[in-house]
Nanobody, 116 residues
Framework: QVQLVESGGGLVQPGGSLRLSCAASVHIFDRYSMAWYRQAPRKSREWVARLAVDGTTNYADSVKGRFTISRDYAENTVYLRMNSLKPEDTAVYYC??????????WGQGTQVTVSS
């Protein structure tokens, strides 16, 4: 199974920006779709963004236009750039890797808190 490690979370004021990183243990972007999910306190985990093998991106309506998912092949890293952050974006953010040939892999999560 692929090992994923997220980083980049923290405390930011409303309207601010953060960039989350998800480092994979091996080269996977030609075989795995990557995604970001988040889970706020007392809420279910929800999908945020997806980056397919062919480079296609999709976003949840709640973050469309504010968040950008991208990848760096050389670094085996997926990023989530988050702009115009709102208090309702506060959550633990998880990176995930999906393949038709194996079970999903998840990172441990990184906390994002948007507060003044």
């Amino acid at each position: 199974q692929v090992q994923l490690v997220e980083s980049g979370g923290g405390l930011v004021q409303p309207g601010g920006s953060l960039r989350l990183s998800c480092a994979a243990s091996v080269h996977i972007f030609d075989r795995y779709s990557m995604a970001w999910y988040r889970q706020a306190p007392r809420k279910s985990r929800e999908w945020v963004a997806r980056l397919a093998v062919d480079g296609t991106t999709n976003y949840a309506d709640s973050v469309k236009g504010r968040f950008t998912i991208s990848r760096d092949y050389a670094e085996n890293t997926v990023y989530l750039r988050m702009n115009s952050l709102k208090p309702e974006d506060t959550a633990v953010y998880y990176c995930a890797a999906f393949s038709a040939l194996s079970s999903p892999s998840w990172g441990q999560g990184t906390q994002v808190t948007v507060s003044s």
